[in-house]
């Protein structure tokens, strides 16, 4: 089956541009993460969604990012405008989102962000 | 609130050798574990995770890791290591009574195999 696709691969942007970053994940899949992973730390949770709904985006910076899940399935990440200290790997990953039953969330291969 | 400690960002073995990657957690419930695994420019892969049972877990390509809840810990290791093995290794805990919850990495260690 395939796995998260995650689009582009590599952006470069200059400061004060806006950016967008697009999600798609395993077929049948009911949650999505999107991750920020800066050089040398893991990954950190920005935003998940169950199906079309965001539950938990405590740690996302509204000021200047905003996410979408439209229908539930693909989703779209975006910055506006960005800063130096937004470069880095933006993860997005899902799972099926069953609780309470074993699941594991499944990593797409990342958009890597650089700011100029 | 939960916490990853990996200690030692840098571990280097010979090919052959064992490898021993060290994780600590912190945890105010009982924990669901997990070991990532990322290779240069792709997203991380799962190794193997412990949710409940048996404390021995066994995972892809040899690695094993055992949850001992009196230590805190759940350390990765391989009997004999390859060179395919170099890589970035993230352990993970679930915040929450799920393990489709949260995911709180470690800051990772990088896994170098010298010939």
């Known amino acids: 089956e395939a796995g998260v696709v995650q689009s582009p691969r590599y952006k470069i942007i200059e400061k004060k541009q806006p950016v967008a970053f697009w999600c798609n994940p395993i077929?049948?899949?009911?949650?999505l993460y999107w991750y920020l992973q800066n050089l040398g730390q893991g990954p950190e949770l920005l935003i998940r969604?169950?199906?079309?709904?965001?539950?938990?985006d405590s740690q996302l910076p509204k000021d200047r990012f905003s996410a979408e899940r439209l229908k539930g399935v693909d989703s779209t990440l975006k910055i506006q405008p960005a800063e130096l200290g937004d470069s880095a790997v933006y993860l997005c990953a899902s799972s099926l989102g069953v609780m309470g039953v074993s699941d594991t969330q499944y990593f797409g291969p990342g958009t890597r962000l650089t700011v100029l | 609130a939960q916490s990853v400690t990996q200690l030692g960002s840098h571990v280097s073995v010979s090919e052959g050798a064992l490898v021993l990657l060290r994780c600590n957690y912190s945890s105010s419930v009982p924990p669901y574990l997990f070991w990532y695994v990322q290779y240069p420019n792709q997203g991380l892969q799962l190794l193997l995770k412990y949710t409940t049972g048996a404390t021995l877990v066994k995972g892809i390509n040899g690695f094993e890791a055992e949850f001992k809840k009196s230590e805190t810990s759940f350390h990765l290791t391989k009997p004999s290591a390859h060179m395919s093995d170099a890589a970035e290794y993230f352990c993970?805990?679930?915040?929450?009574?799920?393990?489709?919850?949260?995911?709180?990495f470690g800051t990772g260690t990088r896994l170098q195999v010298f010939p």
């Open positions: 969604y169950e199906n079309e709904e965001a539950v938990d």
């Open positions: 077929s049948g899949h009911n949650t």
């Open positions: 993970a805990v679930s915040e929450g009574s799920y393990n489709t919850d949260k995911l709180i």
